[in-house]
């Protein structure tokens, strides 16, 4: 009972930085997990980050550990995804999910999603 729309995608240069936001509406924000997942052409769907619901643990792709950062800020009934170092292997596009529950786990299943923002890295 969340719904979720993401914004921050776009255009940039192999080694730069983008920062996507994904602004919830709903009265139980601080009571889901909240993930990043993207899907680039052709491929699968793939987890990217999670961040616990009180925003003190967090998990990471291999792909994206060391590069990625994951927030959140209740108050705000928002979450981010710092992009860093981007490669043109990160081209997707990145949605923002949300489940009930308390801590990021790989294989979750979420049940709450945005509709997506593009994300191209390219020279």
């Known amino acids: 009972q969340v719904q979720l729309v993401e914004s921050g995608g776009g255009l940039v240069q192999p080694g730069g930085s983008l920062r996507l936001r994904c602004a919830a509406s709903g009265r139980t924000f601080s009571n889901y997990v909240l993930g990043w997942f993207r899907q680039a052409p052709g491929k699968e769907r793939e987890f990217v980050a999670g961040i616990s619901r009180g925003g003190a643990t967090t998990l990471y792709a291999d792909s994206a550990k060391g590069r990625f950062a994951i927030s959140r800020d209740n108050a705000k009934n928002t979450v981010y995804l710092q992009m860093n170092s981007l490669k043109p292997e990160d081209t997707a596009v990145y949605y923002c999910?949300?489940?009930?529950?308390?801590?990021?786990?790989?294989?979750?299943?979420?049940?709450?999603w945005g509709q997506g923002t593009q994300v191209t890295v390219s020279s």
């Open positions: 999910a949300a489940r009930f529950g308390v801590f990021p786990r790989i294989g979750d299943e979420y049940d709450n």
